[in-house]
């Protein structure tokens, strides 16, 4: 039975930082691609960012390139997103996903079986 389950959300003021974690099980971790995905109150689901199987390459969102980072261990089956510089806008419940295929990282949740229950993070101004 696939799992995903994400932790380290919490409330910060804006400028702090988070490290998100998702616990993978169930699935041979190491064959997938994975991604974050995030969605706020009245909003769609939207893409953060995703990571190759083998841990590159990486593909993120252009509204957090550059203060958001993806990684992942996979002799731990965790992914991790390490958000930096966070922002009002940043406020969302975030969720971790697991790809169809080992390739490249992608950004449409159509391309993602499995996922995780989410984690809030709120931003506070």
């Known amino acids: 039975q696939v799992q995903l389950v994400e932790s380290g959300g919490g409330l910060v003021q804006a400028g702090g930082s988070l490290r998100l974690s998702c616990a993978a099980s169930?699935?041979?971790?190491?064959?997938?691609?994975m991604g974050w995905f995030r969605q706020a109150p009245g909003k769609e689901r939207e893409f953060v960012a995703a990571?190759?199987?083998?841990?590159?390459?990486?593909l993120y969102a252009d509204s957090v390139r550059g203060r958001f980072s993806c990684s992942r261990d996979n002799a731990m089956n965790t992914m991790y997103l390490q958000m930096n510089s966070l922002r009002g806008e940043d406020t969302a419940v975030y969720f971790c996903?697991?790809?169809?295929?080992?390739?490249?990282?992608?950004?449409?949740?159509?391309?993602?079986?499995?996922w995780g229950q989410g984690t809030q993070v709120t931003v506070s101004s």
């Open positions: 996903a697991a790809d169809r295929t080992k390739g490249q990282p992608r950004g449409r949740t159509l391309f993602y079986d499995h």
């Open positions: 169930g699935f041979t971790f190491s064959n997938y691609a």
């Open positions: 990571i190759g199987w083998s841990g590159g390459p990486t």
